[in-house]
């Protein structure tokens, strides 16, 4: 079946430093992924929907200069945390739809900690 | 608001019996309801999807329902092993290719 990498399964950076995780959609073009975060115990909220070729849709709360979104191919989809402080602290994961009523093909994850 | 409550928020059983999970919806349109398994630190495998249309699908021991009329879901685990102890997301589609609404998930623990 369709795979989603994403990358780095998890990092640990400092206050003020910026981190870039990368999902990439393997075996099929993603016009479309979808960027999630999860604090402990919490269920995935959207952070912002990206777009192949346009700027990325973000979810109100959400601050689009602090989460760079590039999704320059139809297989890569970047999210940049830049100066990234402890509250920034979460499980990010990205996902690439399906097809119709298909299956969502999610990444692994990321465990970004900022310290 | 579209909306997805799960219930109960965890839940505790002994090894080999059975369970069932509740899911709750108000997503309007609806395309489709996903439950997903996981497992903390990773990212959500998927169990079962069904449409609209659909009222009942299994994967091995996980069987789940839907009911479109009530917009109600359940998912139920069988003979239940130490490996099902993961948190159990109920997740509806709006229409195809969009942003998956999620629920908060049930966590559930199986213990020997």
């Known amino acids: 079946g369709a795979v989603v990498s994403q990358h780095p399964s998890w990092v640990i950076c400092k206050s003020g430093t910026s981190v870039k995780i990368e999902c990439r959609s393997l075996?099929?073009?993603?016009?479309?992924m979808f960027w999630y975060r999860q604090f402990p115990k919490q269920s995935l909220m959207l952070m912002a929907t990206s777009n192949e070729g346009s700027k990325a849709t973000y979810e109100q709360g959400v601050e689009k200069d602090k989460f760079l979104i590039n999704h320059a191919s139809l297989t890569l989809s970047t999210l940049t945390v830049t100066s990234a402080h402890p509250e920034d602290s979460s499980f990010y994961i990205c996902?690439?739809?399906?097809?119709?009523?298909?299956?969502?093909?999610f990444g692994q994850g990321t465990r970004l900690t900022v310290v | 608001k579209n909306q997805v409550e799960q219930s109960p928020q965890s839940l505790i059983i002994l090894e080999g019996k059975n369970c069932t999970l509740q899911?709750?919806?108000?997503?309007?349109?609806?395309?489709?309801l996903r439950w997903y398994k996981q497992d903390t630190g990773r990212g959500p495998v998927s169990l079962t999807i069904m449409t609209f249309s659909e009222n009942t699908k299994s994967n091995g021991r996980y069987t789940a329902t839907l009911d479109a009329d009530t917009k109600q879901s359940s998912l139920h685990i069988t003979a239940s092993q130490l490996s099902d102890s993961a948190s159990y997301i109920c997740?509806?589609?709006?229409?195809?290719?969009?942003?998956?609404?999620f629920g908060k998930g049930t966590t559930l623990s199986v213990s020997s």
């Open positions: 997740v509806v589609s709006a229409t195809a290719g969009t942003a998956l609404i």
């Open positions: 899911c709750n919806y108000t997503v309007s349109p609806f395309s489709n």
């Open positions: 075996d099929f073009q993603a016009t479309t």
């Open positions: 996902s690439a739809p399906g097809e119709v009523n298909t299956e969502a093909f």
